[in-house]
């Protein structure tokens, strides 16, 4: 039983595509962070 592309190619877009939105959501909510604890310091 190998894997069926067809699966893949339907999916390998989706899932780049929702690991792309949270590493922005990740550096967005890092540089809040950052930022608050600057002013906080």
Do not use: H, T, Y
Not at 8 to 27: E, R, T
Not at 32 to 41: A, M, P
């Amino acid at each position: 039983m190998g894997i069926d592309w067809r699966i893949v190619v339907v999916l390998a877009p989706i899932l780049i595509a929702a690991g792309w939105a949270g590493f922005n959501i990740l550096a967005v909510a890092l540089g809040q962070v950052q930022s608050f604890l600057n002013k906080e310091g």
